[in-house]
C-alpha cells in the first residue's frame, strides 16, 4: 500500500509577537533557574567536590546547564510557534540573517561593518567601575589568581567545559534566546522601544551574577537596537561573543602555562 508523506513547512509562519505575560514568563524561564542554579546547587554540589577550586568548579558546571537549558528552551518555543525546526524556517524565526541596511534593504556586504564599532564600545564599557565581586564567583578573576591558574594549567578537560559555556553563553544561549528568540517578538507590547525593553530584561536576568546588572545593562543597549534596526540577531551574537574569543584566548593561555 502506497503511504502518503505529510508536508512539511518549507517557509516560516509569521512571528508571533508576545504579550506581556508571555515575556515574562519566557524571561523566567531563562532567568530563575541560572540564579537557582547559581546560589542554591552549586553551593550544594562545592560540599561534594574537593579542593580551593570547588565552587568555581561547580559554578562552572552549573551555570552551563543553564545556558544549555535556555538554548533547548529556544528550540522548544520556536518548534511550537513554527512547527518544524527547518533551517530556514529557523533563520527567520530568529533573525538568523546577515544584518540588512535600512535605507537600501540589502543584507550583508557593508552592513556587517557595524560589528566593529559595536565591539569597540563593548570593549569601552569593559573599562568602567563595577561593583564589587566575589573572586570565586567572578571567571575572570578567578582565572588570575592563583588557584585559579594552578587548577587550569595543562587542564585541556575543563578548558573544553569553559569553551562550552562561551559557546552557549553568547551563540546558543543568551543571545540567541534574548535577541533572536525575545527581541523580534516584543514590537507588539513594547512598539518602537521593544530594544530597550529588552535590554532591561537582559540586566535583569543576570541574577546569577547580580553586581554585573548595570553593566549588562549598557551591554545589552549596545546589543539590542542595532539588531532591531538591522533585524540580524547575528548582530549581537558576533559582537558580544567577542568577549568570549578574548576570554577563550586567556584560558588558553592559562592551560598553556
Known sequence: MATTELA?????????????AGILATWAAAALPMGALAWLVAPWLAHRLEGPTALPRALILMLTAGLI???????ILVRREQGTLRWPVVKDALWLHAPLRPKTGRRGGRAWLIVIPLIVALAAEEMLPILPTPVTR???LFLSSHAGQSFLSGNWGW????????????????????RGLLLPRMAGTFGRWDWAANGVLFALYHLHVPWVIPQ??????????????????????????????????????????
Open 159 to 178: 578548558f573544553a567545559i569553559i569553551i562550552a559555556l562561551q559557546i552557549f553563553n553568547t551563540v546558543l544561549g543568551e543571545e540567541l534566546l534574548f
Open 69 to 75: 537549558w535556555q538554548f533547548l528552551l529556544v528550540v
Open 216 to 257: 549588562a545593562f549598557v551591554d545589552s543597549l549596545i546589543l539590542a537596537y542595532p539588531s532591531r534596526r538591522c533585524r540580524s540577531a547575528l548582530i549581537g551574537i558576533v559582537v558580544h561573543s567577542a568577549q568570549s574569543v578574548v576570554f577563550a584566548g586567556l584560558a588558553l593561555a592559562v592551560v598553556l602555562k
Open 8 to 20: 512539511r513547512p518549507t517557509t516560516s509562519q509569521p512571528i508571533r509577537q508576545y504579550g506581556p
Open 138 to 140: 567572578d571567571m575572570g
